[in-house]
T-cell receptor
Framework: GAVVSQHPSWVICKSGTSVKIECRSL??????MFWYRQFPKQSLMLMAT?????????EQGVEKDKFLINHASLTLSTLTVTSAHPEDSSFYIC?????FGPGPQETQYFGPGTRLLVL | GQNIDQPTEMTATEGAIVQINCTYQ??????LFWYQQHAGEAPTFLSY??LDGLEEKGRFSSFLSRSKGYSYLLLKELQMKDSASYLC??????????WGAGTKLIIKP
């Protein structure tokens, strides 16, 4: 149980184009989904937190107009990198949890990640 | 501020036991997680502790002492496939997950 998928796993695009990444919880309903970015040999960096049906909460320094997040249902969240530039090349990982409050329901389950290369 | 400390890198031998420590200073505490992350892959969930004591799950065990702000992950009968980074993360009073930088574990034959 608690499987999260991401699509695509790899994407190469030209500078200036937009890229959409999908994150799905396959066997549970995710009250909250998270988007992370990880550069090579660096720590996970939380970009934003999204709850179904409401606007995402972005971490300081993350441009909400550049990284558009839509959490339209309890099983799907999308991240769109708009007008991508080479410096946006990174490993983007989503995670999802099915509950809130102290307990195992707080566990974040991660998707396999999406590697973005902007040329 | 909020802080999680864990060693940057550790080396151990195949078949041996290794203990990865994690100390934390956070605004409140609502649980501690351990994740495994192989190079180039996303993290996978290993364990969750919210009460003091030891949680055992196969070859992996996780211990928590809330009074000391301390946890460890114990890996027994090490296998080469256990070479990975191990991430400690704590949920604070606002249910925000604070991540450690991770411990890179190198297993040698």
């Amino acid at each position: 149980g608690a499987v999260v998928s991401q699509h695509p796993s790899w994407v190469i695009c030209k500078s200036g184009t937009s890229v959409k990444i999908e994150c799905r919880s396959l066997d549970f309903q995710a009250t909250t989904m998270f988007w992370y970015r990880q550069f090579p040999k660096q720590s996970l960096m939380l970009m934003a937190t999204s709850n179904e049906g409401s606007k995402a909460t972005y971490e300081q320094g993350v441009e909400k107009d550049k990284f558009l997040i839509n959490h339209a249902s309890l099983t799907l969240s999308t991240l769109t990198v708009t007008s991508a530039h080479p410096e946006d090349s990174s490993f983007y990982i989503c995670s999802a949890r099915y509950g809130f409050g102290p307990g195992p329901q707080e566990t974040q389950y991660f998707g396999p990640g999406t590697r973005l290369l902007v040329l | 501020g909020q802080n999680i400390d864990q060693p940057t890198e550790m080396t151990a031998t195949e078949g041996a036991i290794v203990q990865i420590n994690c100390t934390y200073q956070t605004s409140g505490f609502n649980g501690l997680f351990w994740y495994q992350q192989h190079a180039g892959e996303a993290p996978t969930f290993l364990s969750y502790n919210v009460l003091d004591g030891l949680e055992e799950k196969g070859r992996f065990s996780s211990f928590l002492s809330r009074s000391k702000g301390y946890s460890y992950l114990l890996l027994k009968e090490l296998q080469m496939k256990d070479s990975a980074s191990y991430l400690c993360a704590v949920t604070d009073s606002n249910y925000q997950l604070i991540w450690g930088a991770g411990t890179k574990l190198i297993i040698k034959p």
